[in-house]
């Protein structure tokens, strides 16, 4: 059976015997299953979101959660298709949530709410620090210190980008969804990179296997 990781794996053997690079092997192997695997998310998350009419606050989860794993690592399934449905699972039911969110906070109390997710990403960062997942290959280095730096620009550009919406959208209902959206995408990736963050993908991991999801 053709999957993701095959088809990575494949990839990342050519794209290093062309360079002369064998060593660099599992990390473009890691790279272009995550950039496959988040295409076909993607485009299964729009559709997905679009029927359920969550368009708009799954694609900001998405927007602001992605490019942080991307610097930050975190837990995987070991499998893309069980990865995929654990990320569409994990997608939708924040979309809601933010819905959810929306009908009774008031705009100060989704300002606390997006300031608390700073902070719990800054103190997660510094605690565990960025890092792959164990579901890779142990040859995979560790970030640099300049990829750790990159995840704490990434924060502040983000505080100040909501601060920026919170300013100049008129629109309170559409600020709000802006503001929560992306908080909870900081909140999801703030978890995967701790231990119990990956306890909780593993469980999942198993019992998606359990049932014949593989």
Not at 108 to 128: G, H, M
Request: aromatic share 8%; proline share 4%; hydrophobic share 50%.
């Amino acid at each position: 059976m053709i999957t993701v990781r095959h088809l990575s794996e494949k990839a990342s053997l050519y794209l290093a015997q062309k360079a002369g690079k064998p060593e660099q092997i599992p990390v473009l192997t890691y790279g272009l299953e995550l950039i496959i695997g988040e295409t076909i998310k993607l485009t299964l998350l729009i559709l997905i979101a679009y029927v359920l009419d969550l368009l708009l606050p799954m694609l900001l989860i998405f927007c602001t959660s992605i490019p942080l794993r991307v610097l930050t690592g975190g837990q995987h399934c070991s499998s893309s298709l069980r990865c995929l449905v654990v990320s569409l699972i994990a997608y939708v039911s924040l979309g809601y949530l933010v819905t959810y969110l929306l009908i009774f906070m008031s705009p100060i109390t989704v300002l606390l709410i997006a300031f608390l997710a700073s902070i719990i990403l800054a103190v997660t960062l510094d605690k565990f620090g960025p890092g792959y997942s164990v579901n890779y290959s142990n040859s995979l280095s560790r970030p640099t210190k300049k990829v750790i730096k990159l995840s704490y620009m990434f924060l502040a550009v983000w505080l100040v980008a909501i601060l920026t919406v919170n300013v100049l959208v008129d629109n309170q209902a559409l600020c709000s969804t802006i503001i929560i959206s992306t908080a909870l995408g900081i909140y999801w990736q703030a978890l995967m990179i701790t231990p119990l963050g990956h306890r909780l993908i593993n469980s999942v991991d198993k019992g998606l296997c359990a049932i014949g999801i593989r």
